[in-house]
């Protein structure tokens, strides 16, 4: 069932957005050569807390960590340990969440480490480029084909592979809730959008296949052919005037064309 919120409701969620939007950002800026995923995590769960939210990943399913932290082919759901350390070169991509007060806020930003290739970081602008465009699709009246359609077709023109295992979600007083956000998908197919439902709209896009492979911990995706991976993701609310971003923070706003 699609739970969709009220205008109170949403206004509520702008909290959970605000911190988890603010710790991506923080957390982004201490991406370096040898700085371990452990640190990010534990820096990650300091700042949520003292923000005064709760993190929302420690412990959802098992999860042992605050955020996701993937690195080049690693697509999502990367576990932190103090044994990964950042090289010049790595792409990661960090997924935080944050729950104020029952709601939750959840985003995603892949981030360059050092100096990366120039083909890397295509695939990076490139995914950003599909998230805005999902995100400017989640409008009443459309429908969810035309939010996967704007992904694909973007990551598709770049000759990039569109994950189809791991999909985006609904959200609210639960981390996923229905429906399911596939990054591929029809114009003017699927369920109607309206006002009133919040989305976490996030790109995975490989440089390569869109095959995934899930490792043994049961948690880590990475890309069947060892290609680097991009993932971006904002939480949105569809209202009458259009899509609302939840988790906005200054450096994460849309670049002008």
Not at 102 to 129: C, H, M, R
Not at 173 to 180: D, G, L, Q
Not at 188 to 203: C, N, T, W
Not at 225 to 243: L, N, R, Y
Request: charged share 25%.
């Amino acid at each position: 069932m699609i739970i969709r919120k009220s205008k109170a409701e949403i206004e509520a969620m702008k909290e959970a957005g605000r911190i988890s939007a603010k710790v991506l950002r923080e957390v982004g800026s201490k991406v370096a050569p040898g700085v371990t995923t452990l640190e990010l995590d534990q820096y990650a769960e300091e700042l949520i807390r003292l923000e005064g939210g709760i993190p929302a990943f420690k412990g959802y399913g098992g999860f042992p960590g605050s955020i996701c932290a993937s690195i080049n082919e690693q697509i999502v759901h990367g576990i932190p340990s103090a044994k990964v350390a950042l090289q010049e070169g790595d792409i990661i991509s960090i997924d935080t969440g944050a729950t104020v007060d029952g709601w939750v806020g959840d985003n995603a930003w892949t981030y360059p480490v050092g100096k990366i290739s120039p083909e890397v970081q295509k695939l990076l602008d490139v995914t950003e480029k599909c998230m805005w465009a999902g995100l400017d699709a989640a409008r009443p009246g459309n429908r969810l084909g035309d939010i996967g359609y704007a992904v694909q077709s973007i990551a598709e023109a770049h000759g990039y592979g569109v994950v189809r295992e791991y999909v985006g979600h609904g959200i609210g007083r639960n981390m996923h809730e229905e429906p399911n956000v596939p990054n591929y998908g029809h114009r003017h197919r699927g369920i109607l959008l309206e006002a009133g439902m919040v989305l976490a709209i996030e790109p995975m896009i490989n440089m390569g296949t869109r095959k995934t492979r899930q490792m043994p911990d049961g948690w880590l995706v990475v890309t069947r052919d060892g290609k680097p991976s991009a993932h971006f993701e904002k939480t949105v609310a569809i209202t009458e005037d259009g899509p609302v971003i939840l988790t906005t923070e200054e450096d994460h706003k849309r670049p002008v064309d």
